[in-house]
């Protein structure tokens, strides 16, 4: 049972939606349709907290999405992402991203330098080759799902965050 704040539409092979005609909309699952777009509207959800977009055919985040400033919580997973979205680094008060299940190859230095409110970040069974962290990362990301991706990604990157808890260098 969804609170009123929520709406979920998935199933159903969408590819394109009308605005809801709900300002209070806080949570918005659009799992498991055809959508290669996120639809314009969603930015204007003054309220929008949460959205799920999982197993649709997005390849890119829209530059517009900068308009969506207090959403928490984004879920991409089974998408068709080859790059991070730059566009993300722009949502500051994100506190979790899922994007596993694409074909992410590298994570920049820019997801901790900008992206500092990101406690929790979902990258498993991409094709992730190299992971560029800095102790920022380290130290405010508490989940971090790297499995799935080359296995040199995951033992350099555990190999480093031991060496951060453990004081060396």
């Known amino acids: 049972h969804l609170p009123q ?6 199933k159903y092979c969408c590819t394109k939606l009308p605005a809801p005609m709900t300002v209070g909309l806080r ?8 959508f290669v777009s996120i639809p314009r509207w969603v930015p204007e959800l003054p309220c929008l907290e949460a959205l799920e977009m999982n197993r649709n055919k997005l ?4 530059n517009y999405m900068t308009g969506a400033t207090r959403l928490t919580s984004l879920s991409f997973s089974g998408n068709q992402f ?22 992410i190859s590298l994570v920049s ?4 330098l900008f992206m500092t409110n990101l406690n929790s970040l979902d ?4 094709r992730i080759h190299q992971v560029e962290s800095t102790r920022s ?4 990301i508490h989940n971090l799902d790297l499995s799935g991706n080359l296995p040199s990604v995951s033992n350099t990157f555990d190999k480093r965050v ?6 060396v260098h």
Request: hydrophobic share 35%.
């Open 82 to 103: 080859t790059v991070f979205p730059s566009v993300l680094f722009t949502m500051t008060k994100l506190k979790s991203l899922n994007l596993s299940n694409n074909k």
């Open 27 to 34: 949570y918005m699952a659009l799992s498991d349709n055809q």
């Open 5 to 10: 704040s929520a709406v979920q539409i998935c």
């Open 137 to 140: 990362m380290l130290s405010h």
């Open 123 to 126: 990258l498993h069974n991409n």
């Open 59 to 62: 390849a890119s985040v829209p």
């Open 109 to 112: 230095k820019e997801v901790c």
């Open 162 to 167: 031991d060496e951060y808890n453990t004081g």
